[in-house]
């Protein structure tokens, strides 16, 4: 499943990112086995924020169709 499919207030572990936002997203902290939780989504969809290491990102749909997550 992809981080722009997740629901708010459910928490994810990331398994895998792609693509050409690789780089900036694990800059991020975003990184293959790190928990994170969808806070809220914008009226329109995007962005999407999460809580992830004790902060929270807000992450564009580019961004969160990179990133393959699990539920926890």
Not at 37 to 47: F, K, Q, S
Not at 55 to 65: F, H, I
Request: hydrophobic letters at 40%; a positive charge; glycine letters at 6%.
């Amino acid at each position: 499943m992809l981080l722009s499919d997740a629901r708010v207030q459910q928490k994810y572990e990331v398994k895998q990112i792609q693509g050409e936002e690789l780089v900036r997203i694990m800059e991020m902290g975003l990184t293959p086995g790190s928990v994170c939780e969808v806070i809220r989504r914008a009226p329109m969809g995007y962005p999407i924020e999460i809580k992830i290491r004790g902060y929270l990102l807000s992450l564009r749909k580019k961004e969160t169709d990179a990133v393959e997550v699990s539920p926890i």
